[in-house]
T-cell receptor, first 111, second 112 residues
Framework: GDSVTQMEGPVTLSEEAFLTINCTYT??????LFWYVQYPGEGLQLLLK?????DKGSNKGFEATYRKETTSFHLEKGSVQVSDSAVYFC??????????FGKGNQVVVIP | SQTIHQWPATLVQPVGSPLSLECTVE??????LYWYRQAAGRGLQLLFY??????ISSEVPQNLSASRPQDRQFILSSKKLLLSDSGFYLC???????????FGSGTQLSVL
């Protein structure tokens, strides 16, 4: 079935650094794409979404653009804060309402 | 806003015993419902999803099954648990109108 793939391994960076987390998808149709975030000790919450090609989702300084030509939905933030330390999940929903998540990336921001 | 009730919070079961995890949803109607298993390093693995009463889509062939006997009730079951069934199970509900996704608090299952 349709799926998303996230880059391997945790991401450690310094405060105010630029963050990129890669996400690529495999789909037969035109899925909706999401980024979810899980802060320590909390449940998953929606960070941003895009429902069609070239859409840009944005929230809390994070952005991701739905790129059909590269089947990607990379998450970016220009200047991270310690409070951005969390696990970030890329997700895909197909036309049958099947919602699949990537493996997640642990992001650690060091002061 | 939706509320997801998932129980029990923790469960220790012997190998070969049956399983029943229940998830009920308040604050919405006709939601899409999902069962996931979350494991370190493997993220959220989709197990089952349902778009309506009695409609179940299975993702991974295994000894687990799911049922949706009522609109806002989603049950995960097994007739005989395996050691490999240990993990953290999450129920999720997605509101069709708002597209918001809500998660239950999860069940930590240990099969010994």
């Amino acid at each position: 079935g349709d799926s998303v793939t996230q880059m391997e391994g945790p991401v450690t960076l310094s405060e105010e650094a630029f963050l990129t987390i890669n996400c690529t998808y495999t789909a037969t149709g035109y899925p909706s794409l999401f980024w979810y975030v899980q802060y320590p000790g909390e449940g998953l919450q929606l960070l941003l979404k895009a429902t069609k090609a070239d859409d840009k989702g944005s929230n809390k300084g994070f952005e991701a653009t739905y790129r059909k030509e590269t089947t990607s939905f990379h998450l970016e933030k220009g200047s991270v804060q310690v409070s951005d330390s969390a696990v970030y999940f890329c997700a895909l929903m197909d036309g049958n309402n099947r919602l699949a998540f990537g493996k997640g990336n642990q992001v650690v921001v060091i002061p | 806003s939706q509320t997801i009730h998932q129980w029990p919070a923790t469960l220790v079961q012997p190998v070969g015993s049956p399983l029943s995890l229940e998830c009920t949803v308040e604050g919405t109607s006709n939601p899409n419902l999902y069962w996931y298993r979350q494991a370190a390093g493997r993220g959220l693995q989709l197990l089952f999803y349902s778009v309506g009463i009695g409609q179940i889509s299975s993702e991974v062939p295994q000894n687990l099954s799911a049922s949706r006997p009522q609109d806002r009730q989603f049950i995960l079951s097994s007739k005989k648990l395996l050691l490999s069934d240990s993990g953290f199970y999450l129920c999720a509900s997605r509101d069709r109108q708002t597209e918001k996704l809500f998660f239950g608090s999860g069940t930590q299952l240990s099969v010994l």
